[in-house]
């Protein structure tokens, strides 16, 4: 049973405890993603998305310790679910042509990184109403590289991938 979420401060620890769950279990996919992806850049693109994922969980992690709180043991439902979708439509579909499984990565991976881009514009929101500035301006970083990763995933599909798969 879980306890009441009374205030903005503790529903704040709440989502930052969520969204680390969120980000772990992001990696633990992309991790069995890279070796579905035939593009190299692509692979270089996931590799570099876990490590950016990692440097996020840094600093939620460091936020939750200057709070006194720990991680938690709370197990995010969101991307529970965009995780199996993503793990289902990479790995247990059949594709006719290497490109069109990539093209299905991207959009995969993307729904992931929107989720996480959400949880860190939401936690920033609420670290600035809780006047916990510095942390903010640390979320809202977490949040920007996020989205620039997300950017990089586009033009990866804009450049090459989605023309190699409508080829197909």
């Known amino acids: ?21 969120a980000n772990q279990q992001a990696n633990a996919t992309v991790e069995k993603l890279i070796d579905a992806a035939s593009c190299p850049d692509l692979k270089d693109a996931l590799k570099n998305s876990i490590d950016g994922t990692k440097d996020g969980n840094k600093q939620i992690k460091s936020i939750l310790d200057s709070h006194g709180e720990g991680v938690g043991d709370e197990t995010c439902l969101g991307m529970k ?4 979708e993503a793990e289902k439509h990479v790995l247990k579909e059949e594709f006719g042509d290497d490109s069109v499984r990539d093209a299905m990565l991207i959009s995969q991976y993307q729904r992931l990184a929107h989720y996480a881009i959400t949880g860190y514009g939401t936690v920033e929101a609420f670290a600035k109403r809780l006047g916990d500035l510095e942390n903010a301006q640390t979320l809202e970083q977490c949040k920007e590289q996020t989205m620039e990763g997300d950017l990089h995933f586009t033009k990866l599909a804009q ?10």
């Open 1 to 21: 049973m879980t306890m009441a979420i009374n205030n903005l401060k503790e529903l704040y620890i709440a989502e930052l405890q969520d969204l680390y769950d």
């Open 81 to 84: 679910g965009l995780t199996k």
């Open 159 to 168: 450049a090459s991938i989605n023309k190699d798969a409508m080829a197909a």
